[in-house]
């Protein structure tokens, strides 16, 4: 047979437009599983994303068995076969031998060949025949003496492997094509090079292994267009495989199948065949012939846990009954078998060429510098060889690998499950601390918005007043002047002074408050500042008050009378929080190029419901004619005149009881020289 005269399908070159196997990328849930399962590290992840590289797939389809989204999908030709079956082309399906563990529920294999022929097929053949063609040849290859050892190439995804990985494992491949390539040749042979030739099988990877085949369809799609064909065991005829028919190649399926078809010596101590099937299992013996250590030895390799294991089983359970089910079929089909029939077509396929050669196809990609690794390895936090957890949750066996696969281009360091959970604790900690600082600027903005609104209030109504208020005393002490003589109306007067002064020191404290009066700084003792301060106010007997001073440099450019009027109004304040007594500290510290005064008593705190009004004009606790309000409210203006900050720490809770206040005022040492709001 030509076989360049045959042109039906693109050849493998120009397959590589077709995405065999791709990812649905809205399903894909970053669990790394089909990087763990991939032999062939052909899915890059980006973005969290696994995509299938398509130049780097074997298309064993590992990634779409283990998808519990289905998120991984292969490309389908139910389609494209539908259009070939409606056309006036005959067409052959040849069908793979591992069909009985697809359909374990049909009676008998008539009732599946004749739904096969249901759906509009010429001829349904079996790949067996194909098989017991290949056994023998390679049977005839190893017997040869003293030729060198070859690894089987029956497994499309392992000969894909090899010349993609292993590409100097290529001259090692048994030069001989696959049992379905070997019966797409028996047919054309037959029926002439016309004919179509359809494969249906339990394998995603037969879709690109060969250009003599029209379509490679797998049972999974089978049944798709059964069901949608509604073609049924009730309406098609049973029939029989048309010929030629197969003897053992049907236990190709299983593992050992091919040593089985060709009865070749599989003892222990005699026999020169391994058997590596699986993923895991399939690459260990591999490299273990790469190394030179098995060379004695033939490998039959297959990628999947035999051929009813693949990926185009619309189920991979029930491994074992599977197996059984080939095993009858295969006995109850050896017993019918007409074996002069088998072995006259045996002898007449047998002269066929059935012989190919394999290309290498390097995919390797050059190791990363042992630099770039260790960069690669510390960016996931490992920088010593105890850091490396090996937990595989990011679909490589070891961090190493998985340092190598970033510089590679295939892998994100996000996917370190360890690492990725530190950093987003850090970052939740991280974030946990700026929402605590981003609510106490809310609140400090909150609460100066408020004073400020209030100051201007205050400075309008202390501006209006202050006037007038200025005529009354003046004119009232005239008055008194003039009237000294007159008792009764002197005493008057004198009321009218004393309270008119009265509101001209609330007014004066509401300009405080407002920041409208000037500060004239002098250089003074704070020490001294504080001792005067407390000679100023009447502490009684039963509160001991001291005063610290822990700076070095005790002088600091102040306006002496405010402050005076800072200091002794705190502990005017502190010694009314103590009725029962206590103490009062004044202590003096220094911070950067700031003084910084603390007013601590041990008195009754403050309920946490009044922190924030306590520097209000007019707020006060201490009932009518005892507290006027004004204290905390011009302290407060004071220190922002001197660009100062004052702030409060009080734990007066209910079920702490009291613990005592600390007011703390910051100022600036040097007049003026920070600006703090
Ligand atoms: P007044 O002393 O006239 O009440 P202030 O402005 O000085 O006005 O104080 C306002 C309020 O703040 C007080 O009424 C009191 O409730 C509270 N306060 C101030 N200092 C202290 C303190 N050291 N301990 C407990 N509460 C205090
Ligand atoms: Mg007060």
Known sequence: MNLSERNTTPNKDEQKDIKLVYTQMERCRRCYTCVRECPAKAIRIEGGQAEVIQERCIACGNCVKVCSQDAKVFHRDTEALDHLLKSDQEVAAIIAPAFPAEFMTLPKHQTFVGMIRGLGFDYVNEVAFGADLIANKFKELIEKKGHRKYISADCPAIVSFIEKYHPHLVQFLAPIVSPMVATARVLRKKHGNH????????????????????????????????EHKMVTPGNTTPSGFDPPLSGKGAIFPVSRGLIQAVNLDDDVSRGDIIVAEGRENFQEAIREFESGLIRQEHLELLCCEGCIMGAGMTSSVNRYAKRSFIKNYVKSKLNLINTKQWEKEMEEYLKLDLSLNFKE????????????????????????????????????????????????????????????????????????????????????LKQSEKMASMGQLSAGIAHELNNPLGVVIMYANILLEEMAQKEDVSEDLKLIVEQADRCKRIVSGLLNFARKNQVSYTEVNVEELARQSIQSIIVPQNVKAIIECNTSNKEAELDEEQMLQVLSNLSKNAIEAMPDGGKLTIRIEEDKDHVVFLVIDTGEGIPPENMDKIFEPFFTTKGIGKGTGLGLATIYGIA????????????????????????KVRLPRYAGKTEEK
């Not at 995603?204 to 999974?220: G, L, Q, Y």
């Not at 939740?428 to 929402?435: A, D, F, G, T």
């Not at 922002?640 to 007011?663: A, C, D, R, W, Y």
């Open 361 to 444: 196809n390097d995919q390797r990609l050059a190791l990363p510098s042992r630099e770039n690794i260790q960069n690669a390895l510390k960016n996931m936090g490992k920088y010593d060889p105890k850091d490396h957890l090996n937990c595989g949750a990011c679909g490589y066996d070891t961090c190493e690998e998985h340092a190598i696969a970033i510089c590679k281009g295939l892998a994100e360091t996000e996917m370190c499950l360890p690492h990725t959970i530190e950093s987003l604790h850090n970052s939740v900690e991280k974030l946990n601390v700026s929402n605590q600082k981003l609510e106490s600027t809310r609140q400090a």
């Open 195 to 226: 004919l179509k030739v359809v494969f249906v099988g339990p394998c995603i990877a037969k879709k690109n292994e060969s250009s003599e085949i029209d379509m490679a369809i797998t049972f999974r799609e089978l049944r798709e267009m059964l």
């Open 640 to 663: 922002k005149m001197h660009n100062g900050q004052i702030t409060v720490e009080s734990n007066s809770l209910p079920e702490k009881g009291p613990t005592g206040t600390t007011f």
